[in-house]
């Protein structure tokens, strides 16, 4: 079974500061998505990367695959309010859709 | 353009009873994916739908079933409703099988009493 454990499980920080979200895994992805809920909505897709060592930026946020393609991590500089929500990594296997997601991140930012 | 549509958005069942949830994709998009969302387990994959033909499946019981209509729209039925299946349903759409990055839909809450 394929298990991808997300840290930390909570974020509480000030507007401006600076995080990590890391998630881990012994087993091998083909790919790897990121992707932010809100209460009461579906996950919205960030970034997808598909490459060992592959490293994405989208504005404030680096996205960044393990060489190994085992693990990620997802960067946020100068985290604003509205970086608020639950982070998601999704690890995908072969050519199917069927995704296995990680246990998630709550982030809050506050002023 | 529209985006992943789900109905009903909220529903309230017994225990024992049935229920069918309904999902429409994004225009043009052919595969449809199903997820259960709880606290404990968070995101799980149920099914997978390409052509009308299931893909792919996870690790639920028999009584949860699919299918995908030839406009690519596609159901979900739980038969047997228990406490437990009490989650937000989510169903994820994309191009094609193999396609990187899903579009969700807002979700269905079933709460089952």
């Known amino acids: 079974t394929q298990l991808l454990e997300q840290s930390p499980q909570f974020l509480s920080i000030q507007e401006g500061e600076n995080l990590t979200v890391y998630c881990n895994s012994s087993?091998?992805?083909?790919?790897l998505q990121w992707y932010r809920q809100e209460p009461g909505e579906g996950p919205v897709l960030l970034v997808t990367?598909?490459?060992?060592?592959e490293v994405k930026k989208l504005k404030r946020l680096t996205f960044q695959f393990g060489d190994a393609r085992k693990d990620s991590s997802l960067h946020i500089t100068a985290a604003q309010p509205g970086d608020t929500g639950l982070y998601l990594c999704?690890?995908?296997?072969?050519?199917?859709?069927?995704?296995?997601f990680g246990t998630g991140t709550q982030l809050k930012v506050e002023l | 353009k529209a985006g992943v549509t789900q109905t009903p958005r909220y529903l309230i069942k017994t225990r024992g009873q049935q229920v069918t949830l309904s999902c429409s994709p994004i225009?043009?998009?052919?595969?449809v994916s199903w997820y259960q969302q709880t606290p404990g387990q968070g995101l799980q994959f149920l099914f997978e739908?390409?052509?009308?033909?299931?893909?792919n499946k996870g690790n639920f019981p028999g009584r949860f079933s699919g299918r995908q209509f030839s406009n690519s729209r596609s159901e979900m039925n739980v038969s047997t409703l228990e406490l437990g299946d009490s989650a937000l349903y989510l169903c994820?759409?994309?191009?094609?099988?193999?396609?990187?990055?899903?579009?969700f839909g807002s979700g269905t809450r079933l709460t089952v009493v």
């Open positions: 087993s091998v992805f083909s790919s």
């Open positions: 999704a690890g995908g296997v072969g050519g199917g859709n069927k995704l296995t």
């Open positions: 739908y390409f052509s009308e033909t299931q893909r």
């Open positions: 225009s043009g998009h052919r595969s």
């Open positions: 990367v598909v490459t060992g060592g």
């Open positions: 994820a759409s994309s191009l094609y099988q193999g396609a990187y990055g899903y579009t």
